[in-house]
């Protein structure tokens, strides 16, 4: 059975950094491309950032780039997303997903699998 696992959310204040880690049960990891996406209450599902299955390339949204950096280990089965210079905007459920094809990275449609979420709460 896959499982996503996340991380390493929590309450921070405003500045501060977290990093979250997703573990996959995934049968040959390296063949996946991986995402983080977040959800604030009430709003809908926004993209994070996504990084390729061999690690080289990733991609973030405008609102994080600079601040938010992804990497993986595909020996363990990880993803890590570091968080810095938080913001009270980036107060959002986390959640990390899986894919094959590399098109529409931004969008929630073509992942295959789903973590739980991992909450971020960031004071101001």
């Known amino acids: 059975q896959v499982q996503l696992v996340e991380s390493g959310g929590g309450l921070v204040p405003a500045g501060g950094s977290l990093r979250l880690i997703c573990v996959a049960s995934l049968r040959s990891f390296n063949t996946y491309h991986m995402a983080w996406f977040r959800q604030a209450p009430g709003k809908e599902r926004d993209f994070v950032g996504a990084i390729t299955w061999s690690g080289e390339t990733a991609y973030y949204a405008p609102s994080v780039k600079g601040r938010f950096y992804l990497t993986r280990d595909n020996a363990k089965n990880t993803v890590d997303l570091q968080m810095n210079s938080l913001e009270p905007e980036d107060t959002a459920v986390y959640y990390c997903?899986?894919?094959?094809?590399?098109?529409?990275?931004?969008?929630?449609?073509?992942?295959?699998?789903w973590g739980q979420g991992t909450q971020v709460t960031v004071k101001s």
């Open positions: 997903a899986a894919r094959r094809n590399l098109g529409g990275v931004e969008t929630t449609g073509g992942y295959e699998y």
